[in-house]
């Protein structure tokens, strides 16, 4: 699975796209003395007494992290209202604090559409939460037929490897399959397994199950923001087919060649840098990267996003 030389076939036969190494280089000096971020654990629930709790909550975590667009949606959790990606994670930490069974997989098995509903209430409703609890029930089948519940001793059986837990998601838990068809070839991305094992490493501060000696394997996470902000920094360039429709929020279908080219081309542009960065002697890990941009993401105001309904980011 070579989600790296994937990327940079794909990005350097895109028909829709483009990169400027310009760009990449202008935006890596940007980059060169920002702040890595850290684990948040003011959204992110962790239980350092018990890996095996942690390591289940991480898997519900990664599982539901997809889409938030099509709908607005906003929770309050502690006096602070978030919205997206912070809104679930707050979302599944205050039902745990409320002594919500979230992360036993019997009680995900049995889960239903208003209990799911009720963690993740507010204003609004969150998007696609049906396929949401579909994806509950499918890991809960295989957490407890394959797993005896626990996703922890499943990370160990990876030895240490990041790029081989990452497979192992991938093969054994269906919606994290992320590989497409572009030109008749098979295009791994794997963005929510790969998140996934970055969490694991963030959430256990790189010791215990969270010990991996390859993590710097691993590629950022092709998702919307990543595309939006490095297309802000004119790293990415769409041209005008595609920018009209991104401009004008005209979905892309999920595994369509321009979406597929959108997500390759950040892969292969956030790697250019990386290195790039790594000549200017600033050594960080491509998660890192991704968790940089994410952050500055947040905070800029651009163009929108692209827009595809999927399970897969």
Not at 37 to 53: C, T
Not at 60 to 85: I, Q, R, T
Not at 143 to 169: Q, Y
Not at 211 to 233: C, E, G, V
Request: glycine share 6%.
């Amino acid at each position: 699975m070579d989600i790296l030389g994937s990327a940079k076939t794909v990005a350097e036969s895109a028909r829709h796209l483009t990169i400027s190494n310009k760009a990449a280089r202008s935006l890596a000096e940007q980059l060169a003395d920002r702040e890595i971020p850290k684990w948040q654990m003011d959204v992110h629930y962790s239980d350092e007494a018990s890996e095996g709790f942690t390591a289940n909550y991480l898997l519900l975590l990664d599982a539901l992290n997809f889409c938030f667009w099509p709908s607005e949606w906003e929770v309050e959790y502690k006096e602070h209202k978030y919205g997206g990606y912070m809104a679930l994670a707050a979302s599944l930490k205050r039902a745990i604090e409320e002594d919500v069974k979230l992360c036993d997989a019997n009680y995900q098995k049995n889960m239903t559409l208003n209990d799911l509903k009720n963690v993740f209430r507010g204003e609004g409703e969150l998007a696609l939460i049906q396929r949401r609890l579909d994806i509950i029930h499918q890991n809960a089948e295989v957490l407890m037929d394959r797993l005896d519940g626990s996703f922890a001793g499943f990370i160990a059986d990876a030895k240490g490897s990041a790029l081989e837990l990452t497979k192992m998601i991938a093969a054994t838990f269906p919606s994290f399959n992320d590989t497409h068809r572009y030109k008749g070839k098979d295009i791994p991305i794997m963005k929510r397994a790969q998140i996934l094992v970055a969490d694991i490493y963030g959430a256990f501060k790189g010791r215990g199950l969270g010990a991996f000696h390859d993590i710097d394997r691993l590629t950022i996470f092709a998702d919307y923001k990543i595309p939006q902000i490095l297309r802000h920094f004119k790293v990415l360039d769409y041209f005008k087919p595609l920018a009209d429709k991104v401009d004008n929020r005209v979905q892309i279908g999920s595994g369509s060649e321009d979406e597929i080219e959108i997500r390759c081309a950040t892969i292969w542009a956030c790697e250019i840098i990386r290195l790039e960065l790594e000549r200017l002697g600033r050594d960080i890990k491509p998660f890192e990267l991704d968790w940089m941009l994410w952050n500055m993401s947040q905070d800029i105001k651009m163009k929108p996003y692209h827009r595809t309904l999927t399970h897969f980011y």
